[in-house]
């Protein structure tokens, strides 16, 4: 964790002093191929097997239950067109402001609060390209150089292996890039940013990592969690620079949504109507309704969501390398927060953190093991017949002159 969270300067760039030796890579990764559950007593083990168990079975019951509320078919796609439009008139010269409140009332949203008039930035970037298709390969383009670090850093921490099934994992959650209209969804935007960010801390390159934060809460002001958990990092860490960068970032962000705030309560009339309340408490079931905006699961059973989210959970709890610290608090505070805000057609908030699902959901297996061996424990004539024959195999071995 020293690594990633605050490297020891010294004299070297942090790029290199982040990469560790060629001759000390795969020695790194075989150390950090065990899971915390390795070192656990057997009978810490059998709770932590027990709270397992019930935790996976709070899922799939919650996935089996019947729906409360069953959110309006299209509702996505209609957000979707509501941004497109905006967007439209603002490419065409149009204030922010005036294109909004326009397109709101006009399609029938709720405009007496500003949280329901979206930061201007997002139109403003895409209404400055020559036409939206240029926004979606922006973004793709943003999703190949994700996946190229993610790979970068799993396979660092834990072989190639785990590095090819967390691509495979996380490619269904950046698919949306290229899929149709999402491109226009912030959630997107910030959610590729902050999985970005993660892997660039990860190889030791925060000053990426605090850029890709920054930029995802100035799209949507739900990356905050993450930009102050990273602010806390760097303090804890005493890292000087990345302090003062995260602190201007939010004093300036600050700023803009003071003024991102005046200027929505400048633009609204005494018949603006307010939306409902976005603290639902919707639990388990609105978690697992986020965390299915990854490609690969959304149309399947919701049972299968448990199951993912509980296997990323318990690679999270597992995972002891560099960057799990990180992840895991990222992941689990908006997963404890979707847990009491957010309406039943706000499940695609789940864009902001379900790219980083798949960095717990490779090490499942590898914390499975090692739950296993603490409950059961290899016998000492297996361990001693093993030795032996790994004693054999290396006298067998032709020696060669170095």
């Not at 007496?112 to 209404?127: E, H, I, K, Q, T």
């Not at 970005?196 to 990426?208: E, K, M, P, S």
């Not at 609204?268 to 690969?296: C, H, K, V, Y």
Request: glycine share 10%; proline share 6%; with cysteine.
């Amino acid at each position: 964790m020293d690594r990633e969270l605050g490297l020891v300067w010294s004299g070297r760039p942090a790029a290199q002093a982040a990469r560790p030796p060629d001759d000390a890579f795969f020695g790194e990764v075989m150390q950090s191929a065990q899971t915390r559950f390795a070192g656990l007593a057997r009978w810490q083990a059998c709770i932590a097997l027990v709270l397992g168990l019930a935790l996976l079975a709070g899922f799939i019951l919650a996935a089996l239950a019947p729906k409360k509320y069953t959110p309006p078919r299209g509702q996505g796609g209609r957000d979707l067109q509501l941004y497109r439009a905006v967007v439209a008139r603002v490419h065409a010269g149009e204030d922010y402001y005036d294109a909004a409140g326009a397109e709101l009332r006009e399609q029938g949203y709720p405009t007496g609060s500003f949280f329901n008039w979206r930061p201007p930035v997002y139109a403003w970037l895409l209404g400055s390209l020559p036409s939206p298709v240029w926004a979606q390969v922006l973004l793709g383009l943003l999703g190949l150089v994700t996946l190229f670090w993610s790979s970068r850093l799993i396979y660092r921490e834990g072989g190639a292996g785990k590095a090819l099934a967390g691509v495979l994992l996380m490619l269904g959650a950046l698919l949306w890039c290229l899929d149709g209209d999402a491109y226009f969804a912030q959630e997107l935007w910030a959610g590729t940013l902050i999985a970005l960010a993660i892997a660039a801390y990860g190889l030791g390159r925060w000053h990426w990592g605090a850029a890709a934060g920054l930029a995802a809460l100035f799209l949507r002001e739900l990356a905050l969690p993450f930009c102050l958990l990273s602010f806390v990092f760097a303090c804890w860490q005493r890292r000087r620079a990345e302090v003062v960068i995260w602190a201007v970032g939010l004093v300036l962000y600050g700023f803009f949504f003071m003024h991102h705030r005046t200027e929505v309560a400048s633009h609204l009339t005494p018949g603006d109507r307010l939306p409902g309340s976005w603290i639902q408490f919707g639990g388990i079931s609105f978690i697992l309704a986020t965390a299915r905006m990854n490609e690969w699961i959304f149309a399947l059973p919701l049972w299968v969501t448990a199951i993912c989210l509980w296997l990323a959970l318990l690679g999270f709890a597992g995972w002891r390398g560099p960057t799990a610290m990180r992840v895991a608090l990222t992941s689990a505070g908006y997963m404890a927060a979707f847990g009491v805000i957010g309406q039943p057609f706000n499940d695609y908030w789940g864009l902001l953190y379900t790219p980083l699902l798949p960095f717990g959901i490779v090490w499942a297996p590898a914390a499975v093991h090692d739950l296993y061996r603490a409950i059961v424990p290899v016998a000492p004539n297996s361990l001693a017949t093993e030795a032996v024959a790994a004693d054999g195999i290396a006298a067998a071995q032709p020696a060669y002159p170095r």
